[in-house]
């Protein structure tokens, strides 16, 4: 892949991340909330679950996905990746290295945070390098 593509196909390909985990939690939430060992009580609470990983969700897989295709939005929704993903890993290392909180599923969750967060980089840098 030339390396001009790299940035817009980042963010077409996290968009499809973020529109298949949006659409696992439509499809079978509570497997997925299960697997992720997320518990509720109410009604609210699996609404308030479900609207962060749905709605949250697809907002972003939407989101990247205008970026990847509207060129002078590259930049800003790379930014956007890397910020989201900085503040995921940082949580997330929160609770696994300090709480000890996770599980297989998390971990692999954890991983894919941190490919995102060092590509998001990689794709800014390389748009910063093309001007």
């Known amino acids: 892949m030339p390396t001009h593509l790299f940035p817009a196909t980042l963010l077409v390909i996290n968009a499809l991340l973020y529109a298949v985990v949006a659409w696992l939690f439509i499809s079978a939430p509570l497997e997925w909330f299960r697997a992720l060992e997320i518990s509720w009580?109410?009604?609210?609470?699996?609404?308030?679950?479900?609207?962060?990983?749905?709605?949250?969700m697809g907002a972003m897989?939407?989101?990247?996905?205008?970026?990847?295709?509207?060129?002078?939005?590259?930049?800003?929704?790379?930014?956007?990746?890397?910020?989201?993903?900085?503040?995921?890993v940082l949580v997330r290392s929160w609770g696994i290295l300090v709480e000890q909180a996770y599980n297989t599923v998390v971990l692999q969750i954890y991983v894919a945070e941190w490919l995102g967060l060092v590509l998001s980089l990689l794709a800014l840098f390389v748009i910063r390098r093309g001007r």
């Open 61 to 88: 897989a939407l989101f990247f996905a205008l970026c990847a295709w509207i060129r002078d939005w590259r930049a800003p929704g790379l930014a956007m990746m890397a910020i989201s993903y900085v503040t995921l």
């Open 41 to 56: 009580r109410s009604n609210a609470g699996f609404t308030e679950l479900r609207t962060a990983y749905v709605g949250l």
